[in-house]
């Protein structure tokens, strides 16, 4: 490492493998997961971000280069998302989710011109705030999801009641998914005192002062609360409409 900047060379690369191999071998020997899942995780990092690195220049040049990756990095966001949720055929529905997260908060910090309109800028920002928002719709999908399958007595009991199903499912749903924004609340509100998050130490690390790193922080972490708030509220009412399910509304009867 030289001045503030991280170079490649052999010591990286053992740090890295050593890094890899603790974390499967924690994760393994503890019983909490697939080791091998988390081998293949840094892997695909690994290469996902040489390519990216590679191209990322050719791309920052052209305006439409830079639209259309973040288009890709939006589509990659609704397949995971759908993947992880375990509704892999309901990807139009999760991407709608995602987007309806990321569209207006991207558009505003661009239309109002706090984040310049050039590719440096907006591609970054666009890549947070849509991994923010996946996250946020897989975490706030699979928990009403869950807990549906979990209530689905009082789910029904709801329905002979007279609720509409709709209605039925949000009460049961709703309070369980507004815990994925948990993390986000948590990193907004103790910034600066428990974490320096990655746009902080990013703009730092390219030589620019703390104060201006950060308002960049700020803007990040308050657009993507925004952002994943949005994303939740929708990802709750899909669940509760039928539109994302598995099959805990399936044979229900619709009101």
């Known amino acids: 490492m030289t001045g503030a900047s991280i170079e490649f060379g052999p010591v990286l690369v053992v740090v890295l493998v050593v890094?890899?191999?603790?974390g499967s071998v924690v994760v393994w020997l503890g019983g909490i997961g697939s080791g091998r899942a988390v081998g293949v995780a840094a892997v695909r990092a690994v290469v996902q971000l040489s390519v990216v690195s590679l191209v990322i220049t050719a791309?920052?040049?052209?305006?439409w280069?830079?639209?259309g990756f973040i288009a890709l990095m939006f589509v990659v966001a609704s397949f995971t998302s759908a993947r992880r949720i375990g509704v892999p055929r309901q990807v139009p529905w999760i991407a709608a989710a995602i987007a309806t997260g990321v569209a207006p908060v991207l558009a505003l910090v661009l239309a109002s011109?706090?984040?310049p309109a050039e590719p440096i800028a907006v591609v970054p920002i666009a890549g947070i705030l849509i991994g923010g928002v996946m996250s946020a719709t897989s975490?706030?999908?699979r928990r009403a999801l869950e807990e549906l399958k979990t209530r689905h007595g009082e789910f029904e009991a709801a329905l002979a009641l007279g609720f509409v199903r709709r209605a039925a499912a949000l009460e049961i749903a709703r309070p369980s998914a507004g815990h994925a924004l948990i993390p986000a609340l948590d990193q907004t509100r103790t910034v600066g005192l428990v974490?320096?998050?990655g746009a902080y130490v990013g703009v730092l690390l390219g030589g620019t002062g703390p104060v201006q790193a950060g308002?960049?922080?700020?803007l990040v972490l308050i657009g993507l609360l925004a952002a994943e708030a949005i994303s939740v509220l929708v990802s709750v009412q899909l669940v509760a409409a039928g539109l994302v399910s598995r099959e805990v509304l399936e044979g229900a009867r619709c009101r």
Do not use: E, R
Request: with cysteine.
């Open 195 to 197: 974490t320096l998050p």
């Open 139 to 141: 975490q706030a999908c």
């Open 59 to 63: 791309i920052l040049k052209s305006g």
């Open 113 to 115: 011109g706090v984040v």
């Open 215 to 218: 308002i960049t922080q700020v």
């Open 19 to 22: 890094l890899t191999l603790l």
């Open 65 to 67: 280069l830079t639209a």
